[in-house]
T-cell receptor, first 114, second 111 residues
């Protein structure tokens, strides 16, 4: 399809397990973003890639969160030793180059930690 | 204080009504402004960008007041399909394009 694709759509894990969330951006989009959205809140920025370079990871809540985009296309967000507070929707967005261009979001991965 | 603040609502209006949402942002260096729409359990989708001169897209009008750090969205002739959460969004750094979202304003349009 033409949009941002995320998988899995839903993920349930036990506390302490590691999880990996995948994002396939729109073809040709250089910029890729990860956001975390808690229930009833707006999305909160986690990290930003330009091609394969991670230029901003200031929003990652702890060192248990790690993101990569090794070939400048698909990105993976990994959460190690998951905690209940990690339960949220994780949204990926991509953006073409150019001033004022909007970000296009994927459907998100709904993560539940038991 | 949150960087982008919105009234959470809900705004409950009849079909055909005009409704306005407001949003304030705290960082005067903010560069770009957007309204996104988010349906329940769906991803945010761009509704419209907001320009300094104000802009209109059909029934939707967005205004920006940089001096007051205030953004508004006006919806005329509300439709049932307008029911959603409206997210006010600010981009502070053009170099990183990081978006700062408000918590959203929920709109319910009733028949």
């Amino acid at each position: 399809g033409a949009g941002v694709s995320q998988s899995p759509r839903y993920k349930v894990a036990k506390r302490g397990q590691d999880v990996a969330l995948r994002c396939d951006p729109i073809s040709g989009h250089v910029s890729l973003f990860w956001y975390q959205q808690a229930l009833g809140q707006g999305p909160e920025f986690l990290t930003y890639f330009q091609n394969e370079a991670q230029l901003d990871k200031s929003g990652l809540p702890s060192d248990r969160f790690f993101a990569e985009r090794p070939e400048g296309s698909v990105s993976t967000l990994k959460i190690q030793r998951t905690q209940q507070e990690d339960s949220a929707v994780y949204l990926c967005a991509s953006r073409p180059t150019g001033m004022g261009q909007p970000q296009h979001f994927g459907d998100g991965t709904r993560l539940s930690i038991l | 204080r949150k960087e982008v603040e919105q009234d959470p609502g809900p705004f409950n209006v009849p079909e055909g009504a005009t409704v306005a949402f407001n949003c304030t942002y705290s960082n005067s260096a903010s560069q770009s402004f957007f309204w996104y729409r988010q349906d329940c359990r769906k991803e945010p989708k761009l509704l419209m960008s907001v320009y300094s001169s104000g802009n209109e897209d059909g029934r939707f009008t967005a205004q920006l007041n940089r001096a007051s750090q205030y953004i508004s969205l006006l919806i005329r002739d509300s439709k049932l399909s307008d029911s959603a959460t409206y997210l006010c969004v600010v981009n502070i750094q053009e170099s990183s394009y990081k978006l700062i979202f408000g918590s959203g304003t929920r709109l319910l349009v009733r028949p």
